[in-house]
Antibody, heavy 116, light 112 residues
Framework: QVQLVESGGDLVKTGGSLRLSCAASGFIFSDYYMSWIRQAPGKGLEWVSYISSGGSSIYYSDSVKGRFTISRDNAKNSLYLQMNSLRAEDTAVYYC?????????WGQGTLVTVSS | DVVMTQSPLSLPVTLGQPASISCRSNQSLIHSDGNTYLNWFQQRPGQSPRRLIYKVSNRDSGVPDRFSGSGSGTDFTLKISRVEAEDVGVYYCMQGTRWLWTFGQGTKVEIK
């Protein structure tokens, strides 16, 4: 069965960096586009970034563009999100999701807390 | 960005009764490939979101047939024919037609 397991969430100071990882299993990872979607505490869902199956097409929301970098390693069945210059408003649960035009499988999420 | 507006934001429902959630977009969600990428998600308390419906009206595997999606263009609806206790949670519509893909604000379904 499809499994997505995120890791790397932590408490980090404003301006700091963090790298999230997502380990995928149960499907052919290299065939699928993948996304990061976040949810601030008590709030709704926000798309963060999206990467094509081979990594050649990448999109970011304006709120993270220039600070976050999405990447993938198809040999390791893994998705990553490098987050730099973190702000308080980046505090959220970050979900990894298998995506086409719609995320059909989601991980359990990893919590990132940014505080001064 | 495409703005997705859901109503109502809170929906108290009696068990066994129907429920309906509206989702409107400020732009047509018809893609140049002819598809309409409007999706519905359920997020139960303490859980990750789960997709229920994709491309307006297609139910995902394992989704009970009491859930149905309809609509076209800019106006969409999720219906639950008879609400059960396990349906409590927040429901989100989401458009995947134009980047930045966007979600509605969410509709909280609770039992009266």
């Amino acid at each position: 069965q499809v499994q997505l397991v995120e890791s790397g969430g932590d408490l980090v100071k404003t301006g700091g960096s963090l790298r999230l990882s997502c380990a995928a299993s149960g499907f052919i990872f290299s065939d699928y586009y993948m996304s990061w979607i976040r949810q601030a505490p008590g709030k709704g869902l926000e798309w963060v970034s999206y990467i094509s199956s081979g990594g050649s097409s990448i999109y970011y929301s304006d709120s993270v563009k220039g600070r976050f970098t999405i990447s993938r390693d198809n040999a390791k069945n893994s998705l990553y999100l490098q987050m730099n210059s973190l702000r308080a408003e980046d505090t959220a649960v970050y979900y990894c999701a298998r995506s086409g035009r719609s995320p059909d499988y989601w991980g359990q999420g990893t919590l990132v807390t940014v505080s001064s | 960005d495409v703005v997705m507006t859901q109503s109502p934001l809170s929906l108290p429902v009696t068990l066994g009764q129907p429920a309906s959630i509206s989702c409107r977009s400020n732009q047509s969600l018809i893609h140049s490939d002819g598809n309409t990428y409007l999706n519905w998600f359920q997020q139960r308390p303490g859980q990750s979101p789960r997709r229920l419906i994709y491309k307006v009206s297609n139910r995902d595997s394992g989704v009970p047939d009491r859930f149905s999606g309809s609509g076209s263009g800019t106006d969409f609806t999720l219906k639950i024919s008879r609400v059960e206790a396990e349906d409590v949670g927040v429901y989100y519509c989401m458009q995947g037609t134009r980047w930045l893909w966007t979600f509605g604000q969410g509709t909280k379904v609770e039992i009266k």
